[in-house]
C-alpha cells in the first residue's frame, strides 16, 4: 500500500493540475488502494471546494466507494505523538496533515509515499527510517 498526501490527492481530481494525467495514470494502475489520513483529505476536499466545487469533492468521494483510498484512522492515544512530530519538525514547519502521514507509517511500516511535498525527503519514520517517495515522471 502506498501513503498519499493532500497535493496528490487534489492532483487526481483536479485537471487543471500539471500531472493531473500522469498521477491518474499512475494510480489506476496500482494493485491496492491509496493510504491517506482524514486530515490530508479534509484538507484536499477543502481545496477542491474552492478550485471545482461540489463536483470536485464528489470525485473525492467516488475514489472512497470504489476503494482506490482508504483512510487511516488517527486514535486518541496518538495525539501526543503527532505534537511531538510537528515539534520536531516545527523548522519546516511540519502541519497536522503531514505528520498523521508520519504516524500512519510508524503504525503500518508502509514507506512508500505519493507526495509533492520535498517535506518527505526529510520525515522520518520512528526517528531513522526515510520514506520511499515515488518518483512520477
Given amino acids: 500500500m502506498i501513503l498519499c498526501d493532500a497535493g496528490v490527492l487534489l492532483c487526481l481530481v483536479d485537471r487543471t493540475q500539471p500531472k493531473h494525467k500522469v498521477y491518474r495514470s499512475v494510480i489506476l494502475q496500482l494493485s491496492s488502494p491509496l493510504m491517506t489520513t482524514w486530515s490530508c483529505l479534509t484538507e484536499a476536499m477543502y481545496l477542491a471546494l474552492h478550485r471545482g466545487g461540489w463536483q470536485m469533492q464528489k470525485q473525492f468521494g467516488q475514489l472512497l466507494l470504489d476503494k ?70
Fill in 68 to 137: 482506490l483510498l482508504i483512510v487511516y484512522g488517527v486514535e486518541e492515544l496518538d495525539y501526543s505523538r503527532l505534537l511531538m512530530l510537528m515539534e520536531q519538525y516545527r523548522d519546516r514547519p511540519m502541519d497536522l496533515a503531514d505528520a498523521t502521514l508520519v504516524l500512519a507509517a510508524e503504525k503500518t511500516g508502509y514507506r512508500q509515499i505519493l507526495t509533492l511535498d520535498s517535506d518527505f525527503l526529510f520525515y522520518r519514520i520512528g526517528e531513522r527510517d526515510s520514506f520511499d517517495v515515488v518518483q512520477v515522471q
